[in-house]
């Protein structure tokens, strides 16, 4: 069956830090998103990619990257990590329209001490 | 620029309690009115699309409905199962990208 995993699960790491959280779906999807998740916040958008070499940012996109060399694959790379990077993360794909919403991954619990 | 507020943030029920959950929302050109459950330490998981005004859906105890302003997700006596946060989202006609609502976290007492 068709899958989108994120990995690490669980991730601390120090303040200063460049960690890479990974994604990788295999509905052949060409959109894929990164989100975080807080408390009062809800769900927010850091980057999203519509395809192959193409990448955007989203609202809360500093101190933030991605990469998207394959349709599987959406990185995302905290350049150096700070505590108010804290949070849950998680990933979605969709297909080429947003008709059909997102399939999300279970998300990862980063902690930056 | 699309706005999605859910209300309330939180709802207690005692079991076979019925009641429902509202999402108002701005958007400039509603392509796609999305909800999704998100249970605790997982992803949110797709339940409904409503495309357009008048339109409703139905799973087992969980019903939406769609206005030009808001959806409604009623839940008809709800198990304790149905604890879980409830989110809302719309797709607009400029782009393929969902703007959520804050959730509601829906808790369901024995």
């Known amino acids: 069956d068709a899958e989108i995993t994120q990995s690490p699960r669980h991730k601390i790491t120090e303040t200063g830090r460049q960690v890479t959280l990974a994604c990788h779906q295999t509905w052949n999807h060409n959109n894929m998103f990164w989100y975080r998740q807080d408390l009062g916040h809800g769900l927010r958008l850091i980057h999203y990619s519509y395809g192959v070499h193409d990448t955007n940012k989203g609202e809360v996109s500093d101190g933030y990257s991605v990469s998207r060399s394959n349709t599987e694959d959406l990185p995302l790379t905290l350049e150096s990590a700070a505590s108010s990077q804290t949070s849950v993360y998680f990933c979605?794909?969709?297909?080429?329209?947003?008709?059909?919403?997102?399939?999300f991954g279970s998300g990862t619990r980063l902690t930056v001490v | 620029e699309d706005q999605v507020t859910q209300s309330p943030e939180a709802l207690r029920l005692q079991e076979g309690e019925s009641s429902s959950l509202n999402c108002s929302y701005t958007?400039?050109?509603?392509?796609?009115l999305f909800w999704y459950r998100q249970d605790p330490g997982k992803g949110p998981e797709f339940l409904f699309t409503l495309y357009s005004a008048g339109e409703e859906k139905e799973k087992e105890r969980l019903k939406a409905t769609l206005t030009k302003k808001e959806s409604f997700l009623h839940i008809t006596a709800p198990k304790p199962e149905d604890s879980a946060t409830y989110l809302c989202a719309v797709l607009n006609n400029a782009g393929n990208m969902l703007t959520f609502g804050g959730g509601t976290r829906l808790m369901v007492k024995p």
């Open positions: 979605a794909s969709s297909p080429g329209t947003g008709l059909y919403g997102y399939t």
């Open positions: 958007v400039s050109g509603l392509r796609g």
